[in-house]
């Protein structure tokens, strides 16, 4: 089975870096894969992205050195299984609310003894490679969102299920479990202490702590936090800032050029 390049980028002390894929497209996907990400993560939770679209956009990705992932849409375990047919070669789940949670979903991960994956692993295997069964459970990595009030209170438990890799942080939703606005990077004390409290049990308990970022500045300032993944490169964000700063400066030279004619 191809080698999941996660596993052996934080053998080294590294952090992954990963785009966040939430348009529909096999071509972005491609495109992303090509900019030097160590991952590209679709978002079948918050992005608009089908199973049919996420398909295409997994073999676009094969494409390119960026390893396939996907943020679930929910901790289902028929939902995880088809996901992981089609190709997702690591998977972060939403809403782990306690540790009997983050079981279902690492077993929903995991062939038997260990789980209750059901086999075939169609184009999985297409990508991973003809001993995909006897490694997949090892070698697809398996993220637990924490961004609950529920899921930050059972942290502990959930970090001693075994077989779960790591812990991946959804700042928006945990900023509004803790009573303020959601965004990235909060300037809310609780939400920034709830942060790092998650980061430094998570790595005490010798597992990856990951964090969605608003972007590299803020991603790096994470990983010197001590975080592992961090995303940092949302699709639809960089295009919308790419577009404005490009239309800002075309109106900015108009008027630089209309000032000189007069
Ligand atoms: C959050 O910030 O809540 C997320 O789930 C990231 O998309
Ligand atoms: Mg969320």
């Known amino acids: 089975m191809r080698a999941n390049p996660m596993k052996d980028i934080w053998a080294r002390g590294g952090a992954v870096v990963s785009a966040w894929l939430s348009i529909p497209s096999p071509i972005t996907a491609e495109m992303l894969g090509h900019q030097g990400y160590d991952v590209a993560t679709l978002d079948l939770q918050h992005g608009m992205i089908s199973f049919e679209q996420m398909l295409h956009m997994f073999q676009a990705l094969s494409a390119t050195p960026a390893m396939p992932m996907a943020r679930l849409a929910s ?149 010197e936090q001590g975080f592992s993944f961090v995303s940092a490169g949302g699709d639809i964000f960089m295009l919308a800032q790419a577009a404005k700063n490009s239309v800002a400066a075309f109106r900015e030279g108009q008027r630089v050029a209309a000032a000189e004619t007069v």
């Not at 789980?115 to 295997?125: M, W």
């Open 75 to 223: 901790n289902d375990a028929t939902h995880i299984g088809r996901v992981l047919d089609a190709g997702a070669y690591s998977v972060i789940c939403p809403m782990i609310n306690s540790a009997k949670e983050a079981e279902a979903f690492v077993s929903a991960c995991r062939y038997y003894p260990h789980g209750v994956r059901s086999y075939a692993p169609v184009r999985g295997q297409i990508y991973g490679g003809p001993d995909y069964f006897p490694k997949a459970n090892d070698e697809i990595v398996k993220l637990a969102m924490v961004e609950t009030r529920a899921g930050f209170d059972a942290l502990d438990e959930i970090l001693a299920v075994d077989g779960l890799d790591g812990i991946f942080i959804g700042p928006n939703d945990l900023a509004i479990a803790f009573g303020c606005p959601p965004v990235s990077e909060s300037d809310h004390a609780e939400v920034r202490d709830a942060i790092a409290h998650v980061c430094e049990r998570t790595r005490a308990a010798g597992k990856v702590a990951g964090i969605l970022c608003s972007g590299p500045q803020a991603a790096l300032k994470r990983v």
